[in-house]
């Protein structure tokens, strides 16, 4: 690790102040990504500025229509609500899949998005169940904020404030876990909301993508055999030592077929 | 009454308390005054030029006390690293040892190479200094994998290794088994690979140097297995200095698992680095480092043929392997595929004729070693596949099969067809416990079940022979060992009675300070919290030889038991005389002397203190309470057994699921069966890792490694293993005075086999270790395409 300045700002005010006026800073917020990259000295930030410490980016609020949860909140805390839980319990599963229990201790769901890695699970949540991404400067629809690896709609300095999800009729999410790091090999979030069936998938692409081909099969009948003969396009897919594009293709119908039947299809 | 604690007793771990409490001392809680840390600047390149390096804007970087390159340990006329196993190939020439310098001098050959060292106030100020230094180099192609590394054309490593090619060596008798092979009924013939493992102790290598100007005395704390022979090469091959004027303390070491053997570079380098800076220098390797530069294992490329008569009984067995040494020899790495290989290949059976080439070869890789096992697993692997298959295509029971080839329990000692001679054994007996154990019988109507989910089942055994304790000395010189391994033991009692044992083996695990104070408990009769036992120090125990190979109880603790039976004929004559008896009528028991028909006894406290207030004493002994022994066993001990494994595979991931595990081991007598579980336990977890997870992969074009952290390096975790159903049968070894014949390597030994069997089974497709998702997928579809076909 190479030195840094560190701040801990009380409030989202004072953290916008300092990274407007630190280019080369970096914002803290879990640290399961920043940390290690930090101590294998593969990023040399000036300062680091720990958003930990803002309650305004704290909590959870679930009505009749929307689960909305602070930036700031850890996974452990969205897996064991109770309210998030009866809402929209695939939402809860997946939280309560993300890493190990250390993970879920520290890592928040505005530091997962904000990261975008194609590997990790929230964004399949966000896109698959078409949530409202708010900043401090907008707000950012699901179906635009993820980019590319490891890039968002998010503009230097901007900070999500919070995300808010709808609740949708039933929803269910499966994943195949690569078996070293046990990030997100491929995901599957399938989710009947109010605006239509929505399929996302995760860790196949270089961010999570919608299924159109899924979606549509499953508008005409949830149920899994429905997809039982999709097949994705191996094209364009992520391929490495531990799953070849080919692979994750066939994952893609297997995860989404178990998400469906996990949501009652 | 309190719990039993001599040998048989499963006695709680003596040194847990301090270890599960963070109260041990590993290296790296060691922290001499005035210490300064080293940072190895590594290569990045699998192989090139150093055309220069420049350490001027390095050297004026914060807290740098010294930077040095293989020329300045050159010019101080440091030896390099050497192999100690010389082997002689087919051509009756010695295998090709290049030079292995401590840190590169103009050439690297494998990622994480050493290429410089620097020694700052800090570890951070080290790094920092290292990163300014400039290495120009010229990079050249790399070859990582073992059979291209022999194709004309391949990068070359080693002006002194023409082809990258260590040795060509050969075993057994080729005209019988040709013979035997033209005329056999069945032929059966598979490739393996067996795959390239990172060992991962949970501790990594640490190293400190430290120079006394006083008494002009040397010492290295480091995280070794045998701090005996890491002093010996020290001195006698790298520094060429008197073994009195170095110390070398191993303390406690978690976990070796064969990475701890060997003499690094990163050790002799501190310790010639402390004279250096005057100041004690330390190295502590981080895990990236780890993956880099911990010797690897396996890594062998094997083509393999059975030959059988038409009822199944094995004619013989011929086995062609490449074996990959990576980018040097390391310390004893010649040995692995050789002796510790082909000698294995009779396994449990009477196969009359057996022949094995191995052709040893260099790559632009990490060196490979000795990993659990080393070599046993492969033979294992090899043999135990070799047969599975054959059942397969004999449509035999794969029970029935190796039944009607065990070597019967009437034939021992046998001479199997590759030298060795197994002591003893009762393979059948073993099998017949490991059945009973799995419910065999009812394992058609598991697969139904499976089947009805959707899922795939499979079983799978590996009946495994193990040869632990390599001795005696003269036979394993003969073969080109350059060491004799024996042990020693070294027994003070105390005035008052309690025990000192110190002891050549090393802990690093295993549980010694338990398992060899109940050998002591049990054969002096002193209470257990009485016996202390130390190891790990070669200022305070007596030249001994380490922990490796499953040895320690077998070789050391018969060492113990020497060392007890001259204190128990010494005692005999101390009590001969406070008795007023003949020394021949005294009888000994478990700590009491007694006068043989009579109530006239004395205890072994008194005697003990007779010993050091020799008041009322014979006038011809010597007094004190102390005595040594040495232990060359006259041959291996034979471990063996069955394990027998049962798993589901979901074909739509390709995801295997371990479901059943059983191993009945024979070790002999066992003196700690709790101990011996646990062995078991982490030996057949390591064996599943390899079957199912773990794999070492190199970019084939830039020699990159590409599983360099555990993001990407798959450990067994928890729940990637079963519960363990582990037995014992005991047939005791009949030439050591324990009857023990070692247990630390069998589960890594047996679980690959027994669990690729399981899910070649399950898929009716032979493929490769690791069987990762991907893998099993793409076979079960092979399976779904052939089925349609049918």
């Known amino acids: 690790m190479y030195a840094f300045n560190y701040h801990k700002p009380k409030t989202l005010a004072e953290a916008q102040a300092l990274i407007g006026k630190l280019p080369e800073g970096k914002l803290l917020a879990g640290g399961h990504t920043l940390i290690p990259t930090l101590k294998q000295r593969l990023a040399q930030p000036s300062d680091l500025i720990d958003i930990g410490g803002i309650a305004e980016l704290k ?82 629809k699901a179906d635009d904020f993820f980019k ?79 997809v039982e003969g999709l097949k994705h396009k191996a094209d364009g897919l992520n391929s490495d030592i531990h799953a070849s594009a080919e692979y994750r293709a066939h994952l893609i119908t297997v995860m989404t077929k178990r998400a469906v039947a996990q949501a009652g299809g | 009454m309190n719990a039993p604690t001599g040998i048989g007793a499963s006695v709680r771990r003596k040194e847990d308390y301090r270890f599960i409490t963070g109260q041990g001392t590993y290296t790296d809680d060691i922290n001499r005054p005035g210490q300064a840390y080293a940072y190895f600047l590594r290569s990045p390149h699998a192989h090139a030029k150093i055309k220069s390096i420049d350490i001027s804007a390095a050297k004026s970087s914060p807290g740098v006390l010294g930077i040095f390159t293989g020329a300045d340990l050159a010019a101080d006329k440091v030896g390099g690293l050497i192999c100690g196993w010389t082997v002689t190939g087919k051509d009756g020439t010695p295998h090709k040892a290049p030079p ?186 981080d895990r990236t480092e780890a993956f880099l530069t911990d010797a690897h294992g396996r890594d062998h490329v094997t083509h393999a043929e059975l030959a059988l008569d038409k009822d199944g009984k094995f004619l013989a067995l011929k086995c062609s392997t490449i074996a990959n040494m990576g980018a040097y020899l390391s310390t004893f790495a010649s040995s692995v595929p050789s002796y510790l290989y082909a000698l294995l290949l009779a396994g449990q059976y009477t196969t009359p004729a057996i022949y094995a080439e191995v052709k040893a070869v260099f790559t632009n890789t990490t060196p490979v070693d000795a990993y659990r096992g080393a070599g046993r697993p492969e033979a294992t692997y090899v043999v135990e596949r070799l047969v599975e298959l054959a059942a397969r295509q004999l449509k035999m029971d794969p029970v029935e099969i190796r039944k009607k080839n065990f070597i019967p329990p009437n034939a021992f000692p046998y001479q199997t067809p590759v030298a060795v001679a197994y002591d003893s054994g009762q393979y059948a007996l073993s099998m017949d416990e490991a059945l009973k154990l799995v419910d065999y019988k009812g394992f058609a109507a598991r697969r139904a079940a499976s089947e009805a989910k959707g899922k795939l089942r499979g079983i799978g055994f590996a009946a495994y022979i193990e040869a632990c304790g390599i001795a005696p000395s003269s036979v394993v010189g003969s073969l080109g060992a350059g060491v004799g391994l024996w042990e020693s033991a070294s027994i003070r009692f105390n005035p008052t009675g309690s025990v000192s044992v110190f002891t050549g083996s090393h802990s690093h695990g295993q549980g010694h300070e338990t398992t060899f104070a109940q050998v002591v408990s049990d054969k002096m009769g002193v209470p257990i919290d009485q016996v202390e036992i130390v190891h790990g120090d070669t200022q305070r125990v007596p030249m001994g030889m380490g922990t490796y190979g499953s040895r320690s109880l077998a070789v050391g603790g018969s060492a113990i038991v020497r060392a007890c039976d001259k204190l128990i004929a010494k005692g005999k004559k101390i009590a001969a005389h406070l008795l007023e008896a003949a020394v021949e009528d005294i009888e000994y028991d478990k700590g009491t002397f007694k006068v043989a028909g009579t109530d006239k006894s004395v205890n072994m406290q008194q005697v003990c203190f007779t010993a050091y207030v020799p008041h009322k004493y014979p006038a011809d002994l010597e007094p004190g309470f102390e005595e040594n022994g040495f232990y060359d066993p006259s041959n291996f001990t034979y471990p063996a057994g069955t394990h027998i494994a049962e798993v589901e595979v979901d074909p739509g991931t390709g995801h295997v699921t371990v479901a059943k595990w059983v191993a009945v081991d024979d070790f002999g007598k066992v003196v700690n069966p709790m101990i011996v579980e646990g062995q078991v336990h982490g030996g057949v977890a390591q064996g599943v890792g390899q079957a199912l997870l773990e794999q070492v992969i190199y970019d084939k074009q830039s020699g990159q490694l590409l599983t360099g952290s555990m993001m990407d390096y798959c450990l067994p975790r928890a729940e990637d293993l079963p519960s363990y159903t582990v037995a014992t049968t005991e047939t005791p070894c009949p030439h050591n005075p324990l009857g023990v014949k070692g247990c630390g390597e069998a589960g890594a030994i047996a679980a690959p086999a027994a669990l690729m069997n399981a899910i070649t089974d399950a898929l009716g497709v032979e493929i490769d270790m690791p069987a990762t998702p991907e893998k099993v997928w793409r076979a079960a579809q092979t399976r779904v395409t052939r089925q349609a076909a049918e």
Not at chain 1, 128 to 133: E, I, P, R, Y
Not at chain 1, 200 to 209: Q, V
Request: charged content about 20%; overall charge neutral.
């Open chain 2, 100 to 285: 292995h310098p401590v840190i590169a001098l103009d050439t690297v050959r494998c990622v994480g190479d050493q290429v410089a060292l620097v020694v700052a106030e800090t570890r951070e100020q080290a790094r920092d200094a290292a990163e300014k230094i400039n290495v120009d180099y010229q990079a050249l192609p790399a070859v990582v994998d073992p059979a291209a590394t022999l194709k004309s054309g391949a990068p070359q490593l080693h002006a002194e290794a023409p082809g990258n090619l260590c040795y060509d060596w050969d075993f057994g008798d080729k005209a019988a088994t040709e013979a035997a092979f033209s005329k056999a009924a069945h032929t059966v013939k598979l490739d393996l690979v067996n795959n390239r493992l990172s060992p991962n102790a949970m501790e990594p290598r640490v190293a400190i140097g430290e120079y006394d100007r006083a008494t002009d005395t040397l010492t290295c704390y480091s995280t070794s297995q045998n701090p005996h022979v890491l002093r010996l090469i020290m001195c006698a091959f790298i520094f060429g200095m008197p073994e009195h004027k170095m110390r070398v303390v191993a303390p406690d070491v978690g976990g070796g698992f064969g990475s701890k053997i060997f003499c690094y570079a990163e050790e002799v380098a501190c310790v010639w680095a402390t004279r250096k800076v005057g100041r004690p220098v330390k190295w502590t390797s």
């Open chain 1, 148 to 226: 590319g690896m490891f890039e968002t709609a998010l503009d230097e300095g901007e900070i999500i404030t919070k995300v808010e999800f709808p609740v949708p009729k039933r929803a269910g999410y499966m994943k195949f876990a690569n078996p070293a790091s046990r990030y997100v090999m491929v995901g599957s979030f399938v989710a009947e909301t109010a605006g239509g069936i929505r399929v996302a998938i995760n860790g196949a692409g270089p961010c999570a993508f919608r299924w159109a081909e899924a979606e549509k099969a499953l508008a005409a009948k949830f149920a899994a055999a429905s």
């Open chain 1, 59 to 140: 909590g959870l609020t679930v009505t009749a229509s929307a689960v909305t949860i602070g930036a700031g909140t850890r996974h452990d805390e969205v897996a064991r609500s109770a309210e998030v839980k009866k809402a929209i319990p695939a939402l809860a599963l997946l939280a309560s899949g993300i890493g190990d229990r250390q993970v879920r201790a520290r890592g928040t769901i505005g530091g997962s998005l904000a990261n975008s890695d194609p590997a990790a699970d929230y964004p399949g949540a966000v896109l698959g169940l078409g949530a409202t991404v708010h900043t401090t400067k907008r707000t950012i």
